[in-house]
């Protein structure tokens, strides 16, 4: 199956998971503090290079009703330019309620951390990966950005 790519998509910072080689089992990597689009695009094209990922899956922040409001139409937008930049097939997944079950996972492990955006990206891409075992064309596939 190959390696995917989680992020937890925010305005200050991205959580990034990354699964084993199966596509099994996902695990938090990294956050990374956003600066600008190109240098967070390197910063994600590189380490998709090091772990040899197949694909990027996007958390899309939607409402309790399930429509999208500001935060997914932004999260659906950066989705678009990161399939623009990099040569990856890149996917929305819905996060509702991720952040929380990070925290409360974490709590409940015992550690505490100021941010838990790398472990809120794994509960992002183990959802994703749980659904795409029964069905390969688990959630929204992104096209490109137009005029990028």
């Known amino acids: 199956m190959g390696r995917w790519l989680g992020i937890d998509h925010g305005l200050k910072r991205l959580g990034v998971a990354i699964s084993d080689p199966s596509g099994l089992l996902a695990r938090p990597l990294t956050v990374i503090d956003r600066r600008s689009k190109a240098e967070d695009f390197e910063k994600l094209a590189h380490i ?79 959802s994703f990966l749980d659904a795409l075992r029964e069905n390969p064309d688990a959630g929204e596939e992104v096209r490109p950005s137009k005029g990028s």
Not at 91 to 115: C, I, K, M, V
């Open 48 to 126: 998709a290079e090091e772990y040899d990922v197949v694909g990027i899956v996007v958390g899309l922040p939607l409402l309790d009703d399930g429509t999208e409001g500001r935060q997914a139409r932004a999260a659906r937008n950066w989705a678009q330019h990161l399939a623009t930049a990099l040569d990856i097939p890149v996917r929305l997944w819905d996060e509702s309620f991720s952040t929380f079950e990070a925290e409360a996972l974490l709590h409940e492990a015992g550690r505490s951390r100021p941010h838990a955006d790398d472990a809120a990206a794994a509960v992002i891409l183990q």
